[in-house]
């Protein structure tokens, strides 16, 4: 049961990290960026702007707001990640 359905999951996981990562990698510099310039983790328009267009960008208007919930949990993970990375 289930085995081509999880057999696809497990392809798409693998290149979903990798896109993570890349983002991540982004995400790291401009918290160097930030800290370097002491500017806030938090850039509210930013992730208003990041959020309209990825509901934009989803072709399958069902999943237009889960797609928002796993951005805002993305940049939840992200801004830790910052406040982290900048730590002391
Ligand atoms: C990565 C940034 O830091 C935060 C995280 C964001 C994101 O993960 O897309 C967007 C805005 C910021 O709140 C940024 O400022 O671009």
Redesign the pocket.
């Known amino acids: 049961m289930f085995k081509k359905e999880r057999t696809e999951i497990d392809a798409i996981d693998q290149e979903l990290v990798k896109l993570f990562e890349r ?1 991540m990698d ?2 790291t510099e ?1 918290a160097r960026i ?1 800290k370097e310039h002491q500017l806030p ?4 328009s ?2 208003d702007k ?1 959020l309209d267009k990825v509901r934009g960008l989803t072709e399958n208007k069902a999943y237009e707001d889960s797609v928002e919930d796993l951005f805002r949990s ?2 939840t993970i ?2 830790a990640f ?1 406040t982290k990375q900048n730590e002391g």
């Not at 983790?41 to 509210?44: A, F, H």
């Open positions: 983002r982004a995400v401009i930030k983790i938090l850039d509210q930013r992730e990041v993305l940049m992200t801004k910052e």
